[in-house]
């Protein structure tokens, strides 16, 4: 006969060690991914955004913009609208076009006017993709938001 094999506390030990072994990588590995694909700061000092936030935030709705984006056939188009649905030609424009979870694959387009929105040529792939404009009127209000890119 086979002698009967016993659970000692040195198994004990192997199986508790093993297992938080497990619990502690993944959690390193998390945490890593995490801090390596944070994009960083939204603004260097969060109390003085604050203290401005309401004043900026009555002057972008005072332009009355509704912001919309479409890309198809390797084309960016950013449409900016005012009240009446018109579209509106902005004094300066800065955008850039990347993935909600971290910046390498970030873009700076070349927009141009058409006469209708702002264009650029531009490379996606497949996934959700978000644009950072800030568009500033004639008179140097600025106009802030992040656009949900919905692609085709």
């Known amino acids: 006969m086979m002698a009967e094999r016993q659970i000692t506390g040195k198994h004990v ?5 093993a297992a938080f072994s497990v619990i502690i990588s993944v959690n390193l590995v998390l945490a890593y991914s995490a801090v390596r694909t944070f994009p960083g700061l939204e603004v260097k000092n969060s109390y003085v955004a604050s203290q401005e936030f309401d004043a900026r935030k ?20 950013l449409s900016i609208t005012d009240d009446g649905g018109n579209p509106v030609k902005v004094d300066r424009l800065e955008a850039t076009v990347g993935r909600a979870t971290h910046v390498y694959e970030d873009q700076t387009p070349d927009f141009h006017y058409d006469g209708h929105a702002y264009v650029a040529p531009v490379a996606l792939g497949n996934g959700n993709w978000n644009i950072r404009m ?8 600025l106009f802030q938001q992040r656009v949900v890119l919905h692609k085709e």
Do not use: C, M, N, Y
């Open 134 to 141: 800030k568009a500033w009127d004639r008179d140097g209000t």
């Open 58 to 77: 009555s002057a972008q709705e005072g332009l009355g913009w509704t912001v919309s984006a479409d890309h198809a056939g390797g084309v960016l188009v």
């Open 13 to 17: 030990l192997i199986g508790f060690v």
